[in-house]
């Protein structure tokens, strides 16, 4: 513990592939004394997630405390007890652009594309079966639509599928395509989430430190995929899970010793905040 010479007050983790085990499960128990241990030296957990905010609250609504604070949709929504306090969703003008226009280039010509909206998320008539189902699991309340320029919601982000092994290509030909506009993350498992430029993990972690009167050498992070590569950079205290690829663990400072299936995260926090 010899490095830690300044004080961590706030802590971001990924979730899938990093907090949460492969079957989404959690150790709710150690979760819950760990959030309290960290409560009573003034440390906030940030859950860092591309996953919509319902999602996530359901998924830790066993847990929910004041020092947990949920980055949801790729930092598009913040939200600290119960509440929201950032909002990047797209702009009325982005979201029309994408459904009659950027919808129809090559790019994303044959792409499955869901809106993931603040009411719900939406998708097109005639998507297969079995990528559907897959969607239920991770988006809620899904629509389907004859046209998606008939969704009548504010828009957080966009997610694209495509091949695990296409991701990295897709997401830099969006980000030449859009040019600033919008920005694409690679979240992982193919696919690609489109947010508005401000938006990501990395600005999300910013804007809490900002308001907390934090620097990047009070942060500490964990990750495992590429859309945690920005944050693994900044934090003074990264993570990259012993489960990532090599080329993650080499963006972050140091990596767990036990990995997401062992819950290396609350291992790390124990060992080195807890003294546990």
């Not at 004041?66 to 979201?95: C, K, M, P």
């Not at 790019?107 to 005639?126: C, N, P, R």
């Not at 997401?171 to 395509?177: E, G, I, P, S, T």
Request: aromatic residues 8%; contains cysteine; negative net charge.
């Amino acid at each position: 513990m010899g490095w830690l010479l300044v004080a961590i007050n706030l802590i971001a983790t990924d979730l899938n592939g990093t907090l949460l085990h492969q079957d989404q499960r959690f150790d709710k128990e150690r979760f819950k004394r760990v959030l309290a241990q960290l409560r009573a030296i003034n440390v906030s957990l940030v859950l860092s997630s591309g996953n919509q905010y319902a999602h996530l609250r359901q998924l830790f609504k066993d847990v929910m405390a004041d020092n947990l604070i949920v980055v949801a949709e790729n930092g598009a929504s913040i939200y600290a007890q119960d509440r929201l306090i950032f909002d990047g969703s797209l702009s009325a003008d982005q979201q029309r652009k994408f459904v009659t226009v950027d919808r129809y280039q090559p790019l994303f010509k044959d792409a499955y594309v869901i809106l993931v909206g603040s009411h719900g998320s939406y998708t097109e008539l005639g998507a297969p079966d079995k990528l559907v189902a897959m969607a239920r699991q991770f988006y809620d309340h899904l629509h389907l639509v004859a046209d998606l320029a008939t969704v009548d919601d504010t828009v957080k982000k966009i997610s694209i599928s495509t091949s695990p092994d296409q991701a990295a290509d897709l997401v830099a030909r969006a980000n030449d395509y859009f040019d600033g506009e919008l920005r694409a993350h690679d979240s992982g498992y193919g696919v690609v989430d489109l947010v508005d430029q401000r938006v990501g993990k990395l600005p999300a972690i910013q804007f809490l430190a900002t308001k907390l009167g934090l620097t990047a050498a009070n942060v500490m992070a964990f990750g495992d995929g590429a859309n945690d590569v920005p944050l693994l950079r900044y934090a003074a205290h990264s993570y990259a899970m012993c489960n990532a690829p090599a080329d993650i663990q080499a963006a972050a400072k140091h990596v767990t010793a036990l990995d997401n299936e062992h819950d290396g995260v609350l291992a790390t926090i124990e060992q080195e905040l807890l003294n546990n």
